[in-house]
C-alpha cells in the first residue's frame, strides 16, 4: 500500500488542520493507521492510532481533546482533525499503515508502512 499525506500548513496558535492519508494499491481497511510527529532535532513520536474499522483510537496524552483520528475505509482516507493547535505541536505529521492492532502507545517499528510527511507549522 502507498500512503500520501496532505493538509498541512502554517496557522497560528488556537488554530485547526486537517491532515489526510489517502492509500492506493490496498484497501485501507486491511489496516490500522498510525499519525506520528517528528519536531527538529526530536526523535519521531506517536500521536494518535486508529482501528480498523474506525471503531476505537487512541491519542498522546498531550494532544487528547484536542486532536481525533477518523477514517473513511470507503473513501480509503484516514484523517487527523487537530485543533487548539500550538507551537508545540510544530512538526512534521506522517501516517502510517499496519497490522498491529491500535494501542495508546505505539512504536515506529509496528507500522510497516508509511506516507511522506505533511509539515505542520504553529505560530505563536
Known amino acids: 500500500v502507498q500512503l500520501q499525506a496532505s493538509g498541512g500548513g502554517l496557522v497560528q496558535a488556537g488554530g485547526s488542520l486537517k491532515l489526510s492519508c489517502v492509500a492506493s494499491?490496498?484497501?485501507?481497511?486491511?489496516?490500522?493507521i498510525g499519525w506520528f510527529r517528528q519536531a527538529a532535532e526530536k526523535e519521531r513520536e506517536f500521536v494518535s492510532s486508529?482501528?480498523?474499522?474506525?471503531?476505537?483510537?487512541y491519542e498522546l496524552d498531550s494532544v487528547k481533546g484536542r486532536f481525533t483520528s477518523s477514517r473513511d475505509n470507503a473513501q480509503n482516507t484516514a484523517y487527523l482533525q487537530m485543533n487548539s493547535l500550538k507551537p508545540e505541536d510544530t512538526a512534521v505529521y506522517y501516517c502510517?499503515?499496519?497490522?498491529?492492532?491500535?494501542?495508546?502507545?505505539?512504536?515506529?517499528?509496528?507500522?510497516?508502512?508509511w506516507g511522506q510527511g505533511t509539515e505542520v507549522t504553529v505560530s505563536s
Open positions: 486508529i482501528s480498523r474499522s474506525g471503531n476505537y483510537a
Open positions: 494499491g490496498r484497501t485501507l481497511s486491511t489496516y490500522s
Open positions: 502510517a499503515a499496519g497490522y498491529a492492532p491500535p494501542s495508546p502507545r505505539m512504536g515506529a517499528d509496528e507500522f510497516r508502512f
